[in-house]
């Protein structure tokens, strides 16, 4: 975790109100790994006040000049709308990598991902990265390599599973292999959710879902993982004041225990942005 | 010549006087990796309840322009964990430590304070050889015990007296101060909610109660709504406002309070660099404490600090004891 100006080196429109903001990255605060994220302040002044938490979506080691990450963010606020005025040349204060990370896949679960909104994010990243491990299965350089014995080479790519209203909403990125596209109105790829989707085509055997997406999506993956047996490793959005673990503001309730005595909660930012589905309660989450 | 940057508070003398506020600092490790917590001049923790206490349902925030609302529900282990989990942990700071302490009842603060009391040690004997130097300045504290003092949020409803909150009754305030006065020696702060009509009567209270100094400000109470959902956007209703957007309360509320005790006040509210916490030493403080600023920029505590002694330096100002003289009030 460090705090540092970062030169932007790339703010691009990738779909309607969506934008691809690539900026680089300090190498001494640590390679963030796909679910960490980071927090950017928009601005220099007072309003909006807050700093703005982004899960990371790619992390290039680059050539010379040194690392640089990318966030995908959706324009919905004054923060988000000040970040998309800015300019490649143009310096933000960022902090991170903050947060618990996706855990890799353990022998003999299948990953499946799923992603809806700009959960696209860490979804997107973490496939790269599976991706990156399949077709280069064996090689000690590959991070992470050694526990994710199955996406190993000659396997499937892992399926990737994305959401949006129709096709003309799809962002222009480079998407791993695996992607499956699912539209609410048919207009491309699969007629209906990712949720859907995985609830027809999944295989039967041990599964480990990947997810990040709005809460209710999150709720419907929580309630299918359940009903099948599969783990999940959900990543959560929250509202957060400090993102460091301070200020308990971005929590999220835990299960009720035996008896129905809640549980208290955990923090989005410093226990999470990723649980496993046992840990939160995704129908109040 | 280097500026005298110490600060006495009761039998407490601060290394300097930018402390970090309850509530948005954790216990101080949260931030370890962002800063030299130790070259602070003290951190005040989050609240400690007797009970753990889940915290309030979510959402708990809200940004608002220029600050931002919380409604956390002074979320924490508990004394028994504070006691096992965190004192270990503030033992080993070098910067002073005061306890954030809150409850329902004059008996939830006093087991708090006498817990703590118990584990930490008696104030004379931890403060014997805790005189060092923090960043330059000098520190009377007690050290190694990991308690320095106690910053008393009155700002809770009194269960016991049909809900109303403690800190808006003088009455209240004063038998509460004198009930933890009776419990320790460590510095008792006081600190005081702006939602009252005059905040000087209460200061007043507290020190006739025996603190050794008042904060204010805590929160102002907020309400955000959802327009389109027709619901308030906290959980709760209503929260607490804080951020910039306070800084001119906070200050005339320093201004208030300092003309009607002659015990030391702390100030806060709002303070986002240097020019803001002058603002509120020129008022009358003779420390302040950063809050939602450290959220904003980790960087902010210290960077107060630097700048308020480039300030002195600048101005010719020997102590930061000197600066609450330096204000005019003639138009």
């Given amino acids: 975790m460090l705090?540092?100006?970062?030169?932007?080196?790339?703010?691009?429109?990738?779909?309607?109100?969506?934008?691809?903001?690539?900026?680089?990255?300090?190498?001494?605060?640590?390679?963030?790994?796909?679910?960490?994220?980071?927090?950017?302040?928009?601005?220099r002044g007072s309003d909006p006040l807050l700093r703005r938490p982004f899960a990371v979506a790619s992390c290039e080691a680059g050539q010379g000049e040194g690392p640089s990450v990318s966030i995908i963010y959706q324009i919905r606020g004054p923060g988000t709308r000040l970040l998309a005025d800015l300019l490649p040349g143009a310096m933000i204060d960022v902090l991170g990598p903050l947060g618990k990370p996706f855990p890799m896949p353990a022998m003999g679960e299948s990953p499946i991902l799923a992603a809806g909104g700009v959960g696209l994010g860490p979804v997107l990243y973490l496939a790269r990265r599976l991706e990156e491990i399949r077709a280069t299965a064996g090689a000690a350089t590959v991070p992470g390599a050694a526990q994710a014995t199955?996406?190993?080479?000659?396997?499937?790519?892992?399926?990737?599973?994305?959401?949006?209203?129709?096709?003309?909403l799809v962002p222009d990125l480079p998407f791993p292999p695996g992607l499956v596209l699912c539209t609410d109105d048919g207009s491309a790829g699969f007629h209906g959710t990712p949720v859907d989707w995985m609830a027809h085509n999944a295989p039967s055997g041990a599964a480990r879902i990947y997810a990040c997406g709005p809460s209710p999506m999150l709720a419907a993956i929580a309630r299918l993982a359940s009903g099948r047996g599969w783990k999940a490793s959900?990543?959560?959005?929250?509202?957060?004041?400090?993102?460091?673990?301070?200020?308990m503001g971005c929590v999220l309730p835990r299960p009720a225990a035996v008896g129905g005595a809640s549980q208290g909660f955990l923090r989005a930012c410093a226990d999470g942005p990723v649980f496993e589905l046992g840990d939160i309660d995704w129908e109040k989450a | 010549?280097?500026?005298?940057?110490?600060?006495?508070?009761?039998?407490?003398?601060?290394?300097?006087?930018?402390?970090?506020?309850?509530?948005?600092?954790?216990?101080?490790?949260e931030y370890e990796e962002l800063m030299d917590v130790d070259a602070l001049g003290a951190i005040y923790t989050k609240?400690?309840?007797?009970?753990?206490?889940?915290?309030n349902p979510v959402p708990r925030i809200v940004e608002t322009p220029s600050g931002m609302l919380n409604s956390i529900g002074l979320a924490n282990p508990g004394i028994e964990a504070f006691v096992r989990d965190k004192l270990p942990e503030l033992r080993k700071r070098r910067c002073a430590v005061i306890i954030n302490v809150a409850g329902s009842s004059e008996a939830d603060y006093l087991e708090v304070i006498e817990r703590i009391e118990e584990a930490a040690g008696p104030w004379e004997a931890a403060a014997a050889g805790a005189t060092g130097t923090v960043n330059g300045g000098r520190y009377v504290g007690a050290g190694r015990s990991g308690v320095d003092g106690y910053e008393i949020n009155v700002s809770c409803p009194n269960v016991a007296h049909g809900g109303l909150t403690?800190?808006?009754?003088?009455?209240?305030?004063?038998?509460?101060?004198?009930?933890?006065?009776?419990a320790t020696k460590r510095a008792l702060i006081v600190k005081l909610t702006p939602n009252v009509a005059d905040i000087?009567?209460?200061?007043?209270?507290?020190?006739?109660?025996?603190?050794?100094?008042?904060?204010?400000?805590?929160?102002l109470v907020g309400m955000v709504i959802d327009v389109r959902r027709k619901r308030p956007f906290l959980a709760r209703g209503t929260g607490g406002l804080s951020g910039p957007a306070v800084r001119p309360v906070g200050v005339a509320c320093t201004f208030k309070a300092a003309r009607t005790v002659s015990i030391p006040v702390i100030g806060l509210g709002g303070i986002m660099c240097a020019e803001d916490a002058l603002q509120y030493l020129l008022a009358g403080?003779?420390?302040?404490?950063?809050?939602?600023?450290?959220?904003?920029?980790?960087r902010i505590p210290l960077g107060t600090l630097r700048g308020i002694e480039a300030w002195m330096e600048a101005e010719g100002v020997a102590s930061v004891k000197d600066i609450p003289g330096l204000l005019s009030t003639q138009a």
């Fill in chain 2, 166 to 182: 403690f800190g808006t009754d003088p009455a209240q305030v004063e038998r509460l101060t004198a009930a933890l006065r009776g």
């Fill in chain 2, 200 to 219: 000087g009567a209460i200061a007043k209270a507290a020190e006739a109660g025996g603190a050794d100094a008042v904060s204010c400000i805590n929160t």
């Fill in chain 2, 285 to 298: 403080a003779v420390a302040v404490q950063v809050g939602t600023g450290t959220f904003v920029d980790p």
């Fill in chain 1, 234 to 247: 959900l990543s959560a959005e929250q509202w957060m004041a400090c993102g460091v673990g301070a200020c």
């Fill in chain 2, 1 to 29: 010549m280097k500026p005298d940057l110490t600060v006495r508070i009761g039998p407490l003398v601060l290394p300097n006087p930018v402390g970090t506020a309850s509530g948005t600092f954790g216990y101080g490790s």
């Fill in chain 1, 3 to 43: 705090q540092f100006d970062a030169g932007i080196l790339s703010n691009r429109t990738i779909a309607p109100d969506w934008k691809e903001l690539i900026l680089r990255w300090n190498p001494g605060a640590g390679r963030p790994e796909p679910g960490h994220f980071l927090t950017l302040r928009p601005g």
């Fill in chain 1, 150 to 168: 199955n996406v190993g080479a000659g396997l499937a790519p892992a399926p990737f599973v994305i959401g949006f209203r129709s096709a003309d």
């Fill in chain 2, 47 to 55: 609240a400690v309840t007797p009970e753990p206490r889940p915290g």
